[in-house]
């Protein structure tokens, strides 16, 4: 196992996959769980408030908006499956799923970063503390990455 040190974070790779943590990731996805929650309620309770009125009214408008939110809930439990339950293995990469890595420095600072561009048009960008780090990229052109400068 190769222990790889990142700005935020520390990357090892381990077999065919790239396991990264530290960094942001869980605070991102918890973020999106919650986001959902919040939405998934307000429109459930907007949703609820339209068709109380609709069987009071009969109004076709209020139907509408009771069924718009209706989809509106539907979509905000997609994005809090997919977002925030779903992908909580995403920081793994399997080796296969790269299809090419970046290599670049950030003149201003020269920080090394290395972008990972996967198979579903995802990327991954790192950054690295050091230029020793960067070996990273070598040891993917080991094992048949194509490295991009």
């Known amino acids: ?41 307000f429109f459930t309770l907007q949703g609820q408030k339209h068709y109380k009125t609709y069987l009071i009214t009969h109004g076709l408008s209020q139907l509408l908006f009771a069924a718009f939110s209706a989809a509106v809930v539907l979509f905000w439990l997609y994005v809090g ?9 995403r920081d ?7 299809v090419k890595v970046q290599k670049e420095n950030r003149a201003a600072n020269q920080v ?17 503390n050091e230029l020793e ?10 094992r048949g990455v194509p490295v991009v400068e």
């Open 112 to 128: 090394p970063i290395l972008t990972l561009v996967l198979k579903n048009n995802r990327r991954r960008t790192l950054e690295f």
């Open 133 to 142: 780090d960067l070996h990273f990229a070598e040891s993917l052109a080991g």
């Open 81 to 89: 499956y997919t977002r925030g339950i779903k992908d909580a293995s």
């Open 92 to 98: 793994e990469i399997n080796l296969k799923q790269i």
């Open 1 to 41: 196992m190769k222990t790889f040190q990142l700005k935020k974070g520390v990357l090892q790779i381990e077999g065919d996959r790239i396991l990264i943590s530290g960094g942001q990731a869980g605070y991102v996805k918890l973020l999106h769980l919650l986001a959902a929650v919040c939405w998934v309620v």
